[in-house]
């Protein structure tokens, strides 16, 4: 889970997917943003980014939404919580 703190101290938790990420990874080959190594902070907050536009979370421009970030955090999952783990297959829908 990633924790981003914006400009003015609040703090929303963000579990990114997959899709979150490859998202990221094709949003930075088209802007040309390098090789993984060369863009790894700016691809994880184009991942935050995107899950929050997708979520209807925030219709920002990323650039500007990106402006108002002042901490991203990787936030360990806490055991137990019942939102984590296991596999959906066995789930009721």
Known sequence: MMRITYQDGQTED????????????????Q???????????RRGLYAVYWHLRSTGATSTPFERWAG??????????????????????????
């Open 14 to 29: 963000v579990r990114l997917t997959m899709l979150d990420q490859m998202k990221a990874e094709e949003h930075a080959q």
């Open 31 to 41: 802007e040309q943003w390098g090789g993984i190594d060369a863009s790894g902070v």
């Open 68 to 93: 108002s970030v002042v901490r991203m955090q990787d936030m360990p999952e806490e055991p137990g919580n019942p939102t984590t783990g296991g596999s959906r297959e066995g789930s009721a829908n």
